[in-house]
């Protein structure tokens, strides 16, 4: 699989059936109390970037980075479509998303997943990359459906 990760036109039709795709996992693995995904309109705000991860002409996968702040950013909408899992879209994402975020010069990421078995691979995913678990942040609760990770990052450890 060779991956083109550019910044994501949300009105292309591929991308948002997979927007659609994604709302519909969470729909069907979370409570709706515990569903924070982000919908196509909380998407396409100033203060969220999001990436495409193309395979050819197949789009692969979506992740988005909403700043937090000056210093933070929450990881958003990471998903990849179920023809692709396994197959390392989900890291080159993350690996994106990261990129960008020290870019910024942004000392934390954060991000908020399911507890559910179906988002095993993500959270894993998460922890293999450094992400380490926290409590609820910013204006998440305790929720025994959610769980809350976040990562410091350093520019030097990037060599950038």
Do not use: N
Request: charged share 20%; glycine share 8%.
């Amino acid at each position: 699989m060779a991956l083109c990760i550019p910044l994501a036109d949300l009105s292309d039709p591929a991308i948002r059936r997979l927007l659609a795709s994604h709302a519909a996992f969470c729909e069907a693995t979370s409570p709706p109390e515990s569903r924070h995904f982000l919908p196509l309109e909380g998407l396409d705000m100033p203060e969220v970037t999001v990436w495409a991860a193309w395979d050819g002409a197949e789009i692969a996968g979506i992740g988005a980075l909403k700043a937090l702040s000056p210093e933070a950013g929450e990881i958003k909408s990471m998903h990849t479509a179920a023809a692709c899992r396994g197959q390392g879209v989900g890291a080159a994402l993350l690996a994106a998303i990261q990129t960008e975020a020290l870019k910024r010069d942004y000392r934390a990421l954060w991000l908020e997943t399911g507890t559910a078995a179906a988002f095993a691979a993500a959270r894993a995913l998460y922890e293999g990359q450094g992400f380490e678990p926290c409590g609820p942040f910013g204006t998440y609760r305790i929720d025994p459906h959610s769980a809350y990770y976040t990562k410091r990052l350093a520019r030097q450890e990037a060599g950038l």
